[in-house]
């Protein structure tokens, strides 16, 4: 870890939407570690109350919510004003999941299993560390 | 002789042409009736040179022959045929006398000329009658006679002929003409036609036979002609025949008149006829009628004897039909008395016709109605027709026989029904073969409506012709009966019809509907939702049409197979599988998160022990996370959802970047890299990258002794290939193609097995072949393997320049 990095990260917000405990819990721990404020979400009643509140700046998705399917989520939030600035990365477990990345409207995916250091490189990617802001 | 004064009136009152000449020629005597048998008058002649007579009675040759005589002392006598002076034949008897002087001198020639014509015409017609009978009599040949009859007369006695009869109706009809020159026949038929009336020669054939009375024109006069010819054609042509004389005689046979022989001359011949010729001609035609009369009779009885003949044979070829026919020809009377029996009844009924005949008709029929022949007597004398009436007979065994049966009326030439006959035939094969056909139609049928398969046959039109219980079931229907009755639009219409990949189908597009245009094809998988239900169901339809002899389709024959219950189940696995690997995946990526977490941990730790177990965990992580993602991709290919996303990349940093994921895993081998392919290509990256790994942890799995693997690279302008080299066990020929099956897995000398599913060369195989591409293998067994992959560098890679394209990221 990159103490600096760390403290550069520290206003940005991370959403993971996963309605598997154990990967929400290992993505909190690997993003937290990162720097990031990280809030894991389990379904789609909390994710709207929570978008009643706040707004995050990174958004990870799993493509295969139950319920409602990831890539709906997506799409509503791409085409709404109030929240399509916020990058999604939608996450799958899937082998063929560039097409639904382009259906949903998400910025970019990662395929289940990851690597930790992949997850971190991509995030980082989305959220460039605005030492100005600090 | 001295011719004195005296002796003039003398001369004069002879009945004798006197003609008195010197020994030059010049005439210096000419008597009255030398002016009547030559033509000229004695003005006309007297001092004039007897050689310039025109035309002659007297050459040169003559002349010097009788000079030569007389000169001897002696006279001359002889007959000579010359033409007076209008032309007209005449013959003479000639007696020549020398004139002398006192002294004894030879001066002068007297010539005394009788006229001998008449006489030397009756010697030629007797001559010639004598002839005529014998030629006449020679063939009772109609055509011959009449032939004879024209060549005796043609040029004989006329320069045409023409023999007309009475016909049967009473008309006169030529029947031959014939002329001197064949070529004026032409003319003397026209002449016939347009000859004026009262010389028509048509016109007085008519009416020498109406009279029977001959008829002579000694002289016809081209005043005559221009006088009574009122068409100037007609006129032209009589001119040009140059008619002259004509004489017209009946042919009368038993005082009856048959027909009239016309003897007719023109300027040919320039003979004109007298009532002597006319005696002669009359003498000709009676016996040329009775020759044509034979003829005609002989003709006659010929023809009887011919038609009789004729008759003789239908009636002998008719009844060896009756007897030789297949059929039982039965003859009878009103009451129904059998008259004839011929083989064929013979035959079929077992009697003879010796014990048939006299007897009853109604005895081989006892299990009919006994009335029937009454019935059919009945019917026919009303003018009905009974024909092909389907009926039993009994033969003699008392067998019962299945006949067809014929009935017409017997006529008498009064054309009363004097009889019947029957004509039966034997159909109880014909029955038989139809019975066994029906059966052989219900077997078919109870095949058709027991099988699982829906069959149905549609007509040239589309309409529904057959249908089994099957494929009444399948398409929503109680039975086949119930289908059949319904409308084929309604059926249709019942549905949304798709292909295997969900793309509706219009009525076009449909299997049956191609079949009726003549196109066979391939079965095809179609899906089918029943539009009030939503109920999915599934086929395998099978369309095929059957042609006539002139290739047009009769029908379509389909034949579907109903397999949504399969599609169904392969629905489920598909969905098994994909939730069973997500759900493996799940906290497979719990698992690797927190192995890698612990790495990191234990590495800021430096305990070396930890991060030994924890890397042989993260490698057997990966093992697991490749082999669920391997089932997940071949449950893919199975269900044909293998999609490829392609994208313009550069294969040499593809290349390399895998090589640098892969190095880590082994401790054992050096990757090495060969040649290079800096090209674009457009392929799906993540997928050619997954070719790559599978064939680099082969060589690693494969190749346990050696320490180096060698990964070379090539271009061509076509395409790109990449070969990944081992030196490890390598592959026997006879398995190298079978690497490439699925679940085919290599075995090692000692039946060492290797791990894996056997899956990886066979999905990197699926995925080349979606590319275009290629994947095959070269190996020695011991001494290693080289497994080789090419790409095509499609248009598209060669035109996009920018390599900085949006690519995906790997794990």
């Not at chain 2, 073969?433 to 398969?453: F, G």
């Amino acid at each position: 870890m990159i103490p600096q990095l760390k403290e550069g990260h520290m206003n940005k917000h991370i959403w993971i939407i996963d309605d598997d405990p154990g990967i929400l819990e290992v993505t909190q721990i690997i993003l937290e570690e990162a720097g990031y404020q990280v809030t894991a979400i389990n379904n789609e009643e909390v994710l709207n109350e929570k978008l009643q509140e706040t707004l995050p700046d990174l958004i990870l998705l799993d493509i295969l919510l139950s319920g409602i399917e990831g890539p709906e989520i997506s799409h509503r939030l791409k085409t709404s004003v109030q929240t399509q600035h916020i990058p999604i990365i939608l996450m799958s477990a899937n082998t063929s999941i560039e097409e639904k990345v382009q259906e949903a409207l998400a910025d970019d995916y990662i395929r289940k299993p990851f690597d930790i250091d992949v997850l971190e490189k991509i995030v980082k990617k989305y959220l460039k560390p605005t030492i100005t802001n600090n | 002789m001295k011719i004195n004064e005296y002796h003039s009136p003398l001369i004069e009152a002879i009945q004798q042409a006197v003609v008195i000449t010197d020994l030059n020629g010049i005439i210096t005597l000419w008597n009255e009736y030398a002016e009547k048998l030559y033509g000229w008058t004695t003005q006309e002649v007297l001092g004039k040179n007897i050689f310039d007579l025109n035309p002659p009675i007297l050459t040169v040759k003559d002349a010097k022959k009788i000079v030569t005589k007389l000169t001897k002392g002696e006279s001359f006598s002889g007959e000579f045929n010359i033409q007076n002076k209008t032309g007209e034949y005449i013959y003479i008897y000639v007696t020549d006398s020398a004139i002398k002087d006192e002294k004894g001198n030879f001066i002068g020639i007297v010539c005394i000329a009788n006229d001998i014509t008449e006489r030397k015409k009756q010697d030629e017609m007797l001559q010639f009658l004598t002839h005529a009978s014998k030629q006449l009599g020679s063939s009772l040949e109609y055509e011959t006679t009449l032939k004879n009859l024209s060549n005796l007369v043609v040029p004989t006695l006329a320069d045409w002929c023409s023999i007309d009869v009475i016909d049967e109706d009473g008309s006169i009809k030529q029947l031959s003409l014939s002329h001197i020159h064949a070529n004026k026949i032409k003319f003397a038929k026209e002449l016939r036609k347009n000859y004026p009336a009262d010389l028509s020669i048509d016109s007085n054939i008519e009416r020498v036979i109406k009279t029977g009375k001959s008829k002579l024109y000694s002289r016809i006069s081209e005043k005559i002609l221009d006088k009574t010819t009122p068409n100037k054609d007609a006129l032209q042509v009589s001119k040009h025949m140059g008619l002259i004389s004509i004489m017209i005689i009946p042919l009368i046979v038993r005082n009856k008149t048959r027909g009239a022989i016309s003897f007719i001359t023109t300027k040919e011949s320039n003979r004109v006829y007298n009532k002597h010729d006319l005696q002669m001609a009359e003498e000709f035609a009676r016996r040329a009628a009775f020759a044509l009369e034979n003829a005609r009779l002989y003709r006659k009885a010929q023809l009887e004897i011919k038609e009789r003949k004729k008759a003789e044979e239908k009636i002998k070829q008719l009844a060896a039909m009756v007897e030789s026919s297949q059929d039982a020809i039965i003859g009878c009377d009103l009451h129904g008395i059998i008259t004839t029996w011929n083989l064929g009844a013979e035959k079929l009924y077992g009697y003879k016709a010796k014990e048939a005949v006299g007897k009853h008709i109604s005895f081989i029929n006892p299990h009919d109605d006994p009335k029937q022949f009454e019935t059919f007597t009945q019917k026919l004398l009303q003018g009905k027709q009974i024909e092909h009436y389907q009926t039993t007979r009994v033969n003699k065994k008392g067998h019962i026989i299945d006949v067809s049966v014929t009935v017409s009326p017997v006529k008498d030439d009064h054309n009363t029904i004097i009889g019947i006959s029957s004509i039966a035939r034997n159909i109880s094969d014909h029955k038989k073969l139809e019975e066994e056909l029906q059966e052989s139609r219900d077997q078919l049928e109870v095949i058709l409506q027991n099988v699982t398969d829906g069959i149905t046959v549609l007509d040239p039109t589309g309409k529904l012709i057959f249908a089994n219980d099957a494929a009444a079931k399948l398409i929503g229907f109680p039975n086949a009966i119930q289908l059949l009755e319904a409308n084929t639009t309604y059926i249709i219409d019942r549905f949304d019809i798709m292909d295997e990949h969900g793309q509706l189908l219009d009525r076009k597009q449909l299997p049956s509907y191609k079949a009726l245009q003549g196109e066979e094809e391939p079965e095809v998988i179609v899906k089918y939702i029943v539009k009030n239900t939503g109920e999915e169901m599934w086929s395998i339809i099978k369309s095929t049409p059957v042609f006539d002899e002139d290739n047009n389709v009769i029908f379509a024959i389909n034949v579907f197979r109903d397999i949504t219950e399969q599609k169904m189940r392969e629905k489920r696995k598909d969905e098994f599988i994909s939730i069973a690997s997500h759900e493996l995946k799940t906290p497979l990526t719990s698992i690797k998160a927190f192995t890698q977490l612990l790495d990191r941990y234990f590495k800021q730790k430096d305990d070396k022990q930890a991060i030994a177990y924890l890397t042989r965990m993260i490698g057997q992580v990966e093992r697991l996370t490749n082999l669920v993602d391997d089932l997940l991709d071949v449950s893919k290919i199975q269900a044909g959802k293998f999609i490829l996303n392609e994208e313009v990349f550069n294969f040499d940093e593809m290349i390399n970047d895998m090589i640098n994921e892969i190095q880590p895993t082994t401790d054992d081998h050096t990757i090495l890299k060969k040649g290079s392919a800096d090209v674009l290509v457009f392929a799906d990256k993540y997928r050619v990258a997954q070719v790559l790994i599978n064939l680099l942890t082969n060589a690693i799995k494969y190749s346990p002794k050696a320490d180096q693997i060698i990964v070379h690279t090539s271009t061509t302008p076509d395409e790109v290939t990449v070969a990944v080299q081992d030196f490890g066990l390598g592959i026997s020929a006879d398995k190298q193609h079978k690497v490439f099956e699925r679940f085919y897995r290599v075995e090692g000398k000692k039946r060492d097995s290797y791990p894996g599913l056997g899956l990886g060369l066979y999905i990197s195989q699926q995925i080349m072949k979606r590319h275009n591409g290629k994947l095959w293998v070269e190996s020695d067994e011991g001494k290693g393997s080289t497994f080789y992959f090419s790409l095509p560098i499609t248009l598209r890679s060669r035109l996009v320049h920018d390599t900085s394209t949006q690519g995906g990221t790997y794990e």
